[in-house]
């Protein structure tokens, strides 16, 4: 259905008419509360809310006011896609009450804040390309790819409370790392990195003991944003066996702020890959569940140019959403409202659409040579990351805008 | 300090005068409020507070009324030192307001909850008996220690909205595991085990960035608990690689209901064992940071007599929690008020006193005989393992009482 609003936006914005995202945002000092986006503007709920134009939803008028989304999106989709089609009628009607309202902010005047509580932090592993390129250069050429990798969405447990919005500084982690000739050291870390992610946030609580099915788990599917999981490479290595990634991890990640929902990205579901072995019956899923959502990653030094370092598409995934939440349920394990399932990094099949600088500059065999004429191996203090996400079809345009963050140094 | 309550306290009670833990009740289908417990009552804390004997801490009076002890965990060791101490002087001094007060209810009466709301869940694996076991059986006995072990408290992310309070009843878990000989398969976990272990709760939020040194940690550590740390080790064997355990763990772990702070465990600091090699700088400490507290694993088969597979001591710790949370923050990860830590399994250098069923029978080698002569490899249906954690020293008895669940068949 093509939508036009009465409002001007941008040709090329992230935040068209077919998106109306969800976020949390302040203005001038004041207290976080829910939005939307159109075009370079963010929209207030609460002050939409005031015009009537959701009275027949009956929603608690505190929601508009909390500091995150958490409550919100509790309400269920049949409410929430409710204000998000309602928001869309009333952005094309002319005769809405929210034109000429107060209830729009530029987007440069207002602070972006996390979008949810996240209760657990689970990421996945599900790039087949990034899962191979780690493994032929943490482990075992022949064997890059570990025997269960084809048979389920390989995860683990993230750190929760160290997840930010974009914008937030991120500083160099000080930890212990393996020299290859001597005992291990303590100090900064010298292999700082990026992981190109997205992450999808659960909408639905689920009860311990309970399955989703990868049918189900549409339901239990909110939406998604931009994350980068920053990532110590030398801490990673020598911590890492064999219980998982820890403090490689856990010294921050980093979210964009606009929650874009599944019902905005389906007009942009693809086929996924095909996978071979077949999984088993629990894994086994209908439908279009990848999605074909333009990925960047630029590198940027401190008072320098943007250069793009990593040009992919989250449609690489091996393993979809809905089999990543299906899995992580099988065994009765819990979901609540809020959490965030991440992705992995993305990488595509060529070092142009590899999504880490580990991958990018080969464990820094192969350095990258940036505008300035300066080379990069890891990520320098100052460096400047921003993966920006969209996707576009039939000139529709729905995207995630940014998540970026800047590596300070180590204290 | 010898002191005297003019309460019938038993001689044998784990809730003597001196220890006077925090909880988490409810009673005749009310809301869950604060408790503290003595002998075999608890005491409500919203009654004593009433009395008025806390009215020079001016503390908010919803801090009594709250269904977790997070808040009250945040007004600081400052504060809630005092509220103990009050409690020890008043349950002493014959002339209280509380003696014929109605604060008091048998703890048979009332239902306890999760104590706190657990933001992060962290495992270590901090027994050097437990990983070698483990080492041996899962990888190769000639290496069954990492190289890092010795080096840094290894430790993994865990599932935080899968902890129950003790009495909750335990799905075992369906997965994915691999036969030796064949395909991965779907079904009930056939390797379902128990993890003697004891967490300790974050009593104080650190920021982004900062580190907290092992001298800082007393601060930030409230207290502990029992905890069983349930685990598949069919489904755990099969996923773990590289990223850690996931599923094979967040079917569910319990949490003993009383928090013991660690004012009340300080009279039971031990010497640690020598660490050799030697610690990296962040790693040293000085004083008493090993706590002797003795640990019981029983198994009750379905209507059969309860038997104690494992006499065991929290004392046997290669790294203590000072050190574990020195670790989990060099990299400036910030910690939560009602975060776990939990010590990974606990298991001594002799069989009798081994933490998992996983090392009690060998990986089913060595099945045990029950009382009523059947036998176990690992956990059945409706078998109930219980945890008992106490000190005892001079006559003076400080416990946690236990952490109970039973197991039910598979959905």
């Known amino acids: 259905m093509i939508m036009h609003s009465w409002k001007d936006i941008p040709n090329n914005s992230d935040f068209s008419i077919y998106n109306i995202p969800f976020g949390v945002f302040s203005i001038s000092g004041g207290s976080p509360r829910l939005a939307s986006a ?42 929430t896609n409710k204000v998000r089609t309602l928001l869309q009628e009333h952005m094309c009607d002319p005769s809405s009450p929210l034109k000429g309202s107060n209830c729009f902010h530029p987007m440069s ?16 592993y599900s790039s087949i390309e990034h899962a191979t390129n780690v493994g032929i250069m943490f482990r075992d050429p022949a064997n ?30 000080n930890g212990q790392t393996k020299p290859n000739d001597g005992p291990p050291i303590y100090g900064p870390s010298q292999r700082m990195d990026f992981e190109l992610e997205m992450a999808f946030i659960i909408g639905k609580e689920s009860n311990l003991g309970d399955q989703i099915s990868t049918k189900q788990a549409d339901d239990y599917i909110f939406g998604m944003v931009l994350f980068n999981d920053w990532s110590a490479r030398d801490i990673q290595k020598w911590e890492y066996v064999p219980l998982g990634p820890f403090l490689g991890k856990s010294f921050g990640s980093t979210a964009s702020p606009w929650i874009v ?4 990205l389906s007009p942009f579901a693809v086929e996924g890959p095909i996978q071979d072995p077949e999984v088993l019956p629990y894994l086994t899923y209908s439908g279009l569940k990848n999605y074909d959502i333009n990925l960047t990653v630029s590198l940027t030094p401190k008072d320098g140019q943007a250069n793009v370092i990593s040009t992919s598409n989250f449609k690489y995934m091996y393993w979809n959403m ?10 009765g394990c819990n979901v609540k409202v809020g959490d965030f399932m991440a992705s992995g990094t993305i990488s595509g099949k060529t070092p142009e659409s590899y999504g880490s600088m580990l991958e990018i500059a080969w464990s820094g065999q192969k350095p990258i040579t940036l505008k300035d004429g300066s080379q990069r ?12 996400g969209w996707c ?8 995630f805008g940014e998540v970026s963050g800047t590596i300070l140094p180590a204290k």
Chains 1, 2 share one sequence.
């Open 38 to 79: 159109i075009g370079d503007e963010i929209i207030d709920l609460k002050g939409v809310a005031a015009t009537g134009i959701f009275d027949s939803l009956d929603i608690n008028s505190r929601i508009w006011d909390a500091d995150t989304l958490n409550p919100f999106i509790s309400l269920g989709k049949s409410v």
């Open 109 to 124: 005047d207002v602070s972006m804040h996390m979008p949810v509580f996240v209760g657990d932090y689970t990421d996945f």
């Open 144 to 173: 890059a790819l570990m025997p269960n990798w084809k048979h389920l969405p390989v995860g683990y447990h993230g750190r929760a409370s160290s997840i930010v919005v974009s914008g937030t500084n991120i500083t160099r982690p």
């Open 261 to 264: 929902t599944m019902e905005a």
């Open 322 to 331: 809905n089999q990543q939440l299906a899995h992580h349920t099988v065994n």
């Open 377 to 388: 191996k890891f990520i320098n203090n100052y460096d400047t990351v921003t993966i920006n």
């Open 392 to 399: 576009e079809k039939n000139s529709i345009r729905v995207g």
